[in-house]
């Protein structure tokens, strides 16, 4: 690359190439308070206290906690999406790896990654602030941030060297470019710039749950008698005093059977004095509300009624599939923000989390590979780079499998395997290459 070249990828790469003319307006009807058509100022996030306070209780913490250890005890890596490439870029991705786990002074990847989690599920997005560094081993640094204090610019251009996102602080605001903020939104939609959190989704539900388990607190340490006994017709006043002077003398913290006489006396229930009274059932549903919201199972969060092998299966697959889509929409940031956005290497390098198949899976996947290779569909090396392992040497894998064949030994080419078989053949058979042996 010559001089001038070079100088003119430097102009260009601060701004779009080509970049067309946008005719329509992103969010053309106001939403919330103060958002408004032609309104060129920072929106702040909604109900930020109260989303905060509701992530504490109970519930909605360990459907939080469950899709949080889920992503962050997954094995993740930076390599290169060519294999051919692995060698020449393999300095480069060291470097990137070594950035993200460490980025910045006070976390480490695990930490970093459990922040922007819970404020994707919490605030609806994950914010974390991108600055470059001179440090030639760790050329960047990911803060994270409060994601309720990031306010965004609804009239955003698209432009590289616009502000598109503003942090206030101290009464005055911190305005940033795309590339200098990392904003990771929970399901993007058209009328708002703002993301959509599942704790907004139910935050009338796991409200309503606080309240009904803080009432049933309530009624188990305050007990009372939720019944009446009716003394009969021809009970008065007097009778009733001294029945409740034989109630406290004799009969209460003795245990002894109390014995009345009377016309048609009766008890008279007040109320359900089992879990009904509790509302143990209508606990039990919107905890299940609170699971649907989250796109996990409900027996992650405590639910075990109802719950047999094939249902216990197919939850774990929501659970999984929930897992993976957040994961994904986080790889899918880092790349566009670190791979490409800092590095240039977009399509050549990538930064991925890696999934554990569960043992079901494997073996239904083993099964299928083997009858593909059973009947001459997929070579051993296709079996192999579905795997993401690398070809057999010497071209053995590159042959359809004949049923019943003999072993063969990889470490040599297909032609010294033909070779060495025929060796063996002419051992057994010393006669077979003489010409005057008829055959039989």
């Known amino acids: 690359m010559g001089v001038r070249q070079w100088v003119i990828n430097w102009l260009e790469a ?16 106001p939403f919330g308070v103060i958002g408004s058509i032609g309104n060129n100022q920072p929106i702040p996030k909604k109900t930020e206290t109260n989303l905060r306070s509701l992530s504490e209780s109970p519930i909605p913490r360990r459907a939080i906690n469950v899709i949080k250890d889920g992503i962050t ?31 910045n002074q006070a976390d480490s990847f695990r930490s970093w990654v459990e922040q922007i989690i819970e404020d994707m599920l919490v605030c609806s997005a994950g914010s974390s602030e991108t600055v470059k560094s001179n440090d030639l081993k760790r050329p960047f640094r990911m803060y994270p941030v409060d994601s309720f204090s990031i306010e965004l610019y609804p009239t955003w251009d698209g432009q590289p060297e616009s502000y598109r996102y503003a942090q206030r602080v101290n009464g005055k605001y911190v305005h940033l470019t795309d590339s200098e903020m990392m904003y990771i939104r929970m399901n993007p939609r058209t009328n708002t710039p703002f993301g959509l959190g599942p704790l907004e989704t139910v935050w009338e539900t796991a409200t309503n749950f606080v309240m009904s388990h803080r009432t049933a607190g309530k009624q188990t340490i305050n007990t009372f008698l939720r019944r009446i006994l009716n003394l009969g017709k021809n009970a008065n006043s007097t009778d009733v005093k001294a029945f ?18 009377g016309e ?7 109320g359900a004095t089992d879990d009904k009274a509790l509302f143990i059932e209508w606990q039990r549903f919107l905890i299940e ?5 989250f796109g996990i ?5 405590g639910q075990t009624k109802d719950v047999n092998r094939n249902t216990a299966d197919s939850e774990d697959e929501d659970t999984n599939s929930t897992i993976q889509s957040i994961a994904e929409n986080i790889v899918e ?14 399509g050549i390098i990538e930064f991925k989390f890696h999934y554990a198949t569960s043992l079901k899976d494997l073996k239904t996947k083993a099964d299928i590979d083997a009858i593909y290779l059973d009947r001459g569909v997929d070579t051993i090396d296709e079996v192999r780079d579905s795997k993401g392992k690398k070809a057999h040497p010497n071209g053995h894998g590159e042959r359809i499998l004949v049923p019943k064949e003999k072993a063969i030994d990889i470490n040599k080419t297909m032609e010294q395997q033909t070779q060495t078989t025929e060796h063996v053949n002419k051992k057994i058979d010393p006669n077979s290459n003489d010409p005057n042996t008829t055959p039989t």
């Not at 601060?14 to 009807?29: A, D, F, I, L």
């Not at 294999?83 to 460490?102: M, S, W």
């Not at 048609?264 to 007040?270: E, N």
Request: proline residues 6%; hydrophobic residues 35%; contains cysteine.
């Open 264 to 270: 048609s006396p009766s008890i008279l229930d007040l």
């Open 297 to 301: 199972s409900p027996k992650k969060l």
């Open 73 to 103: 005890k997954l094995n993740w890596s930076v390599t290169t999406i060519d294999e051919n490439d692995a060698e020449k870029y393999q300095e480069l991705c060291k470097i990137i790896e070594r950035a993200l786990l460490k980025p």
């Open 244 to 261: 409740r002077a034989y109630w406290e003398n004799e009969v209460m913290g003795r245990g002894i059977t109390p014995i009345i006489s």
């Open 14 to 29: 601060g701004r779009s190439k080509n970049e067309p003319v946008r005719q329509t307006e992103s969010y053309p009807y």
């Open 289 to 293: 509300i609170v699971a649907i919201a």
């Open 333 to 346: 940031h880092i790349n566009n923000h670190i791979i490409d956005g800092i590095f240039k290497m977009g």
